[in-house]
């Protein structure tokens, strides 16, 4: 396949992926129901992968058996039957075009009216690499060969699994071991894909990368992977998007990633998830968010940044976090999660000092209408060793009507004595003054609560790359659509 | 052009009435002034004008152009041309000032079937009318009205004002907290917007912006209602006798 | 003989929190509940200098001395609803009381001793009529390897106001206490606690605002050493509109001592137009301190204006060199830097005449 080609794929994948609310009728290969050690040597043979990986993946198995599924979250979510779910699913061959979407609900046909891009015309910029994953599977990568020119790989986690072994021995796991939690055990035992990127040294990576997820088969769980190293000096910025489906029963989504950053290296990480947030009337069906994010600042001087705009999923439950472990590393979270309808989240940040002059910030905002629920959950410690930490927290949130709720549940940690950790918080709603005054100059009354709410996110959007910043304004107007009057 | 009849309103879950009997034409290319005494209603007259919801209208009518504007929302009844300068403009944190005013403008231009304006073009209008205004082009860059001292909201509002090119525009106190030379920028601003296709209602406490816009007639309003009408003179004679008498032959 | 909490817990047929209760994250409760405490406990009389007060010695009521318009009486206690056993625990094993203020009166105090190696408890019940404007102070006396347990719960009536001054200075014991609060319409509680220098304290409040017009100030004081820890767990549920909550928790802490703020704010759905600011701020002296601060809001009324925040860090040392470049040496310009840090504790009406000296706390930790 040639350079040319691999876009040609993606834009019929991605073509169709628009209508995101409905499934593309795609003639897939799955694996039957159910977990167990058979299924996941099948997974792995399937995928060709070396025995280290296999081990890797029985290790976690055995290990996540002994586990109990948790319920510490400010959601409420059914016990999850892990045997009712595919663990594999894929579709049988690239080419296959997907038939007609005429019983697309009238609903999302408006809503992707208007949302009116996004992928196609941004991924036609020139300067956006794009890895799709649909359902289990990487269908395909742009820009791969220009990358390599650079040095920089950006491939599926499969691909690396193969093409790289010492790099994925090393790193795969080194920041979210199997036994951190749960799902991070679980992804490790049945992860199908998800993009792996590594940057040598010195390298700053010539374009945007960009994973754009897909999950499209009912009642399987997707379970991707994501490996983002950075060595010495090197400096990258990786974007996600994700959509799904709207299916009447809920379907667990659970990703783990993983980031290394060396020496003054820097990995800027943005997300703007958009899975389906289940129905709007009955609150059934959606995606269950739970993903373990993390970053361990390994080397001195380097940095992680997090931006993550949360407008979709019935359940949204992570906390990107950043270990700073090199002396002067920054971590930083700029965060927007608006929750409508049933939606829930729970979500926020963990920082932890451990390097000395390390410093951390985190901006969240959080914006619940509808009957939603939308809790931030946040740690900052410093250790013993983190001389001269500092950290400033700032958790604003927004309610729009009075069936909603709003929590902050801060978690401050502090073990040494020249540290400075701030913590700010206040709770508004959407000022009747606010929305007069901008009516009364010709504005209407969606689009002054949109202007209101994108200003009240200002700071957060600022943080998103340009071509995305377009998008997330866009996704948080459509989500908040008919939330007063 | 604004057709005020026998207006009644009062706030929302309230049983006081508020606005008793409000009668008043505003004509074209005129300048109204209403003066009056604290808690006369002047405030709550123009709110219910632009269309808060906070108050109820129990009877009558305000047409503009011979249609009931009662039915719209604040929303329509901008895009139809009112506009009104808060005495308090609210402040709005994160929305940028120039980004605001095109998203009015444009929504007024698409509402007339006019093309909407791109930001290259819609600035060269901006800086043409703060230029034209005297108002310093930083205001353009700054969050919507957040941050900004009591008279520079003011001066943003008949910024607003400019852009917007309302065909009724009422100013709520737009004098009240200004001092002298923003009073007289304020005023010099307003003489310059004035045309033969707009009117004008000001409202205020005092006569002293009446010095700087002259007014076409005054109106005095007392409980809700207007008691006497007359031109320029009559705010004079009021500024040296004050309310007081009127009240008291009114009692 | 001897026996441990886990043993009361168990004859009670109740079971103590475990590690993985968020309310007690950072308190060793094995420790705690594993010890051996003595059950054949002396109690003898004591003068006491105070004008009123009541006095508790190992969980009995030894003497007191009440006003007219104050009545006490045995009285069996139905606490809020409650996960928390060590409010059951209390209750259960202890003589319970009922004070009831008919009227304005004098300050009352009310003591808790406990001696060393005993595991006491102490339930009391306060209703405070309407109309009614009244203060208790409380002393706690918890000597070496003792655990002193109490549950106080506290009714006020339409147009009411309570303060209670708490004080724990020097205690070589444990301290659990639990105080429960229910406001009715224009209520006013009051609360102040004074932890200095005290081996092991933790301070519950669940403050109940059940009436329009009223407010709740909860604000708190800590300064330790060494491997002291003290734990203020606080729970303010506004349940109706209107109402107000204010805390303001303080703490300067050095040598592995543990201070932990443990806040919570509920609005309920119907609860608009509500207030509340929530505060907490901490001077580390010393590089082997350790704070745990969690302010927390649960908010489900949009009108509503809650603000939290939290600061912790070093003394502010530019504030030291200002004082220091202006003639003052190093260690009363510290002092001047480490009183203006606690004024704002002091700094109400109610609480203004508590405030204990700490010049001498402050000369023993620097």
Redesign the interface.
Same mark, same amino acid.
């Given at each position: 396949m040639t350079f040319q080609d691999h876009d040609k794929t993606i834009e019929t994948i991605v073509d169709k992926d628009y209508e995101y609310g409905f499934q593309t009728k795609i003639e897939s290969e799955k694996f039957p129901k159910g977990l167990n050690e058979d299924i996941i040597r099948k997974l792995s043979a399937k995928k060709k992968e070396p025995d280290y990986m296999l081990e890797f993946r029985l290790k976690a198995f055995e290990h996540w058996k002994k586990m109990k599924e948790p319920h510490w979250l400010l959601c409420e979510y059914p016990e999850l039957d892990y045997q009712d779910a595919h663990y594999y699913a894929a579709p049988k061959s690239l080419s296959d075009k997907p038939k007609s979407l005429d019983e697309i609900d009238p609903e999302l046909k408006h809503a992707f009216e208007k949302l009116g891009i996004p992928l196609i015309e941004q991924k036609q910029l020139a300067g956006v690499a794009v890895d799709a994953v649909f359902d289990s599977v990487s269908v395909a990568t742009t820009y791969k060969e220009k990358l390599k020119q650079h040095g920089v790989i950006f491939c599926s986690i499969s691909e690396a699994i193969v093409d790289y072994p010492d790099l994925i021995k090393k790193y795969l796991g080194s920041v979210v071991p199997y036994t951190d939690n749960f799902f991070a055990a679980l992804n490790s035992a049945v992860f199908t894909d998800g993009s792996f990127v590594y940057v040598p040294k010195g390298v700053k990576s010539p374009m945007e990368l960009s994973t754009y997820f897909r999950i499209n088969e009912e009642n399987t769980g997707q379970f991707e992977r994501t490996l983002i190293i950075c060595e010495e000096d090197a400096y990258v910025s990786y974007l996600e998007g994700c959509t799904a489906p709207k299916f009447d029963n809920n379907q667990l989504h659970a990703a783990v990633v993983e980031l290394v950053v060396l020496d003054n290296a820097e990995i800027k990480y943005s997300t703007v998830q958009n899975w389906y947030p289940g129905d709007k009337e009955t609150g059934k069906g959606g995606i269950y968010n739970f993903v373990t994010k993390r970053g361990k600042c390994l080397g001195k001087k380097s940095k992680i940044s997090w931006t993550q705009i949360e407008t979709g999923s019935a359940i949204t439950w992570k906390y990107p976090s950043c270990l700073l472990i090199g002396d002067e590393s920054i971590g930083e979270f700029y965060s927007v999660a608006l929750t409508n309808h049933f939606q829930q989240a729970d979500t926020g940040s963990k920082m932890i000092h451990i390097g000395k002059n390390t410093k951390s910030t985190i901006i969240s905002k959080g914006i619940s209408a509808g009957k939603s629920k939308n809790t931030y959950r946040g740690l900052v410690q410093a250790n013993k060793s983190a001389k001269n930490a500092r950290n400033y927290t700032q958790c604003d949130s927004m309610l729009i009507g009075d069936k909603c709720s709003a929590n902050t549940v801060p978690y401050i940690t502090i073990k040494n004595n020249k540290t400075k950790f701030e913590h700010e918080a206040s709770t508004s709603k959407v000022g009747e003054e606010q929305l007069f005054y901008l009516m009364s100059r010709g504005i209407s009354l969606d689009d002054a609560l949109a202007t209101i709410v994108s200003g009240f996110c200002q700071d957060v959007f600022d943080k998103l790359p340009d071509e995305f910043a377009l998008e997330a304004n866009q996704l948080l107007s459509l989500q908040l659509e008919h939330s007063v009057g | 052009m604004l057709e005020i009849k026998n207006l009644e309103a009062k706030l929302i879950d309230e049983d006081l009435e508020i606005i008793k009997g409000f009668n008043l034409t505003l004509e074209k290319g005129k300048v109204h002034a209403i003066m009056g005494p604290n808690g006369s209603g002047k405030s709550t007259l123009s709110k219910i004008i632009a269309g808060d919801e906070n108050y109820e209208v129990t009877n009558g009518s305000v047409k503009l152009n011979n249609v009931n504007v009662l039915d719209y929302d604040a929303t329509q009844r901008a895009l139809e041309g009112i506009f009104l300068a808060f005495q308090y403009p609210v402040e709005i944190p994160g929305v940028n000032n120039a980004e605001f005013l095109r998203m009015a403008y444009n929504a007024k231009q698409k509402h007339h079937g006019k093309n909407e304006s791109d930001p290259l073009e819609f600035n060269e209008l901006l800086i043409e009318k703060v230029n034209q205004l005297n108002i310093p082009e930083e205001f353009l860059e700054r969050e919507l009205n957040y941050g900004f001292s009591g008279g520079e909201k003011k001066r943003n509002e008949i910024l607003q004002l400019a852009v917007l090119n309302p065909s009724v525009a009422i100013l709520d106190e737009t004098d009240s907290g200004l001092d002298i030379d923003a009073l007289k920028q304020v005023s010099e601003a307003v003489n310059k917007l004035k045309s033969e296709n707009n009117t004008f209602l000001l409202i205020t406490h005092y006569q002293r912006l009446l010095d700087y816009i002259e007014p076409d007639y005054v109106h005095i309003m007392i409980d809700g209602k207007i008691v006497q009408t007359g031109n320029k003179e009559l705010a004079k004679e009021l500024d040296m006798k004050g309310y007081d008498h009127l009240l008291s032959t009114k009692a | 003989m001897t026996i441990t909490i886990d043993k009361l817990f168990e004859l009670q047929q109740l079971t103590g929190p475990s590690e993985k209760d968020e309310d007690w994250l950072y308190y060793d409760i094995n420790k705690l509940t594993s010890q051996n405490y003595k059950t054949n406990i002396e109690s003898k009389e004591k003068q006491i200098s105070y004008d009123f007060y009541i006095y508790f010695l190992n969980g009995k009521l030894i003497n007191h001395k009440l006003p007219d318009n104050v009545t006490i009486t045995h009285h069996k206690i139905s606490p809020r609803k409650t996960k928390n056993n060590f409010i059951h625990l209390a209750i259960a094993n202890s003589e319970s009381y009922k004070i009831k203020f008919i009227e304005n009166s004098n300050p009352i105090h009310l003591i808790y001793e406990s001696t060393s190696e005993t595991f006491t408890s102490h339930s009391i019940e306060i209703e405070c009529s309407e109309h009614t404007s009244n203060e208790i102070q409380r002393h706690f006396i918890s000597q070496n390897n003792a655990c002193l347990t109490s549950y106080m719960n506290v009714i006020l009536n339409k147009n009411s106001k309570i303060t209670v001054c708490d004080f724990n200075e020097n205690n070589q014991g444990k301290i659990l206490d639990f105080v429960d609060g229910s406001l009715d319409e224009n209520c006013n509680f009051f609360s102040i606690n004074q932890t200095y220098l005290s081996h092991n304290s933790r301070f519950q409040n669940r403050i109940f605002i059940n009436g329009e017009n009223s407010n709740a100030t909860l604000h708190g004081l800590a300064i330790n050493e060494r491997k002291q820890a003290c734990y203020y767990n606080t729970h303010i549920y506004h349940d109706t509109e209107n109402s107000e909550s204010h805390q303001l928790f303080k703490s300067m802490v050095?040598e592995d001592a543990i201070l932990e703020y443990n806040g919570k704010v509920t609005v309920c759905?119907k609860a608009?137009l509500t207030n509340s600011y929530q505060l907490n701020q !901490? @001077? /580390? /002296? %010393?590089?082997?301190? !350790?704070?745990? =601060?969690?302010?927390? /809001?649960? @908010? #489900?009324?949009? #009108?509503?204006?809650?603000?939290?925040? =939290? +600061? +912790?860090? %070093?003394i502010n040392e530019h504030e030291v060199l200002y004082l220091m470049s202006r003639g003052l040496d190093r260690l009363s310009s510290r002092k001047i830097v480490l009183n203006g840090f606690i004024e704002e504790i002091f700094n109400k009406e109610e609480f203004q005449k508590h405030q204990k000296n700490i010049h001498s706390i402050l000369n023993q930790i620097l």
């Open positions: - | - | 050095k759905p608009q !901490n @001077i /580390l /002296l %010393d590089e082997y301190a !350790n704070v745990y =601060s969690r302010p927390q /809001l649960f @908010i #489900d009324a949009d #009108d509503v204006r809650c603000t939290h925040g =939290s +600061t +912790t860090g %070093d």
